[in-house]
């Protein structure tokens, strides 16, 4: 059994403030030592429950914050970036199933640090006229290939709206989200030993899994944070223009729908 593990930073316990996630501080070593200790809890937890073999994805930012010399060394690492399946690459190689570690809630929640892809280039993001957090954009762009989404962690509002969306997934709340950046979190370590525990299970009853699918041509539709970076989206082609600050297209696939995203969020910078 294959498994591919998932990693965010957002929504791990003790991280509540976005100097937290960014490299470049004390606060930021620390965080992402916490996410990797999480990522390490998924991977022995999947390993107990049956797994034969584990990539864990870093997913934050520039996808270089697990500590690979603390990684356990069972699991594999996918690191980097550009690449085309974003925060579920290796699902390509050909999974059985995914977790999500360290998640959070999609943009204009009351999630802590709560952003869809790119908090300073997309206000709402809607994937088949639902709207989207990155949890349903990647469970969605698995589900395409096949893969399940089975357990993920994170805070409640995370849990919370997730669970809709993914019912036979197991969820651990690592905390609980008073505001933007503000909340009551469990220890590092006892998060750590629910996402264990959480992990085994998840793999006990395979046959519950579903692959999250969505119909395809896929309408995409988004809402910028200016009308700036409207204006600069829109040098894409195949962009709609609905108002100021909303765009729409539609995607042959989901795993296009999200790679235009990335390729706009990338392209953001510009005006940064």
């Not at 995607?251 to 392209?267: D, G, H, K, Q, T």
Request: proline fraction near 4%.
């Amino acid at each position: 059994m294959r498994i591919l593990i998932s990693t965010d930073i957002e929504g791990v316990a003790g991280v509540f403030h976005a100097e937290q996630t960014r490299a470049g501080n004390g606060e930021y070593e620390r965080a992402r030592r916490w996410m990797t200790r999480e990522a390490n809890a998924a991977v022995e937890g999947a390993f107990a429950g049956g797994a034969t073999e584990v990539m864990v994805n870093d997913s934050h930012g520039g996808f270089r914050n697990l500590l690979p010399d603390d990684l356990d060394p069972r699991a594999r690492l996918v690191l980097g970036k550009p690449r085309y399946l974003g925060m579920v690459a290796g699902v390509e190689a050909g999974c059985d199933a995914l977790f999500m570690i360290g998640y959070h809630g999609k943009a204009q929640s009351t999630g802590i640090l709560a952003h869809t892809i790119n908090s300073f280039a997309f206000a709402r993001v809607w994937l088949a006229g639902v709207e989207a957090s990155e949890a349903m954009l990647y469970g969605a762009l698995a589900g395409e290939r096949g893969v399940p989404m089975v357990m993920a962690s994170g805070d409640d509002v995370f849990c919370e709206e997730t669970q809709l969306i993914f019912p036979h997934a197991r969820f651990v709340q690592t905390k609980a989200a008073w505001g933007q950046g503000s909340g009551m979190t469990l220890s590092p370590s006892q998060s750590c030993d629910l996402i264990r525990d959480a992990a085994k299970a998840s793999l006990a009853e395979p046959r519950k899994w579903h692959a999250y699918k969505v119909q395809t041509p896929v309408e995409v539709r988004l809402q910028a944070q200016t009308t700036a970076l409207a204006d600069l989206f829109c040098q894409w082609p195949t962009l709609e223009r609905v108002d100021g600050v909303t765009l729409q297209y539609v995607a042959p696939s989901v795993e296009a729908a999200v790679r235009i995203l990335n390729c706009l969020s990338a392209m953001s910078f510009m005006l940064r």
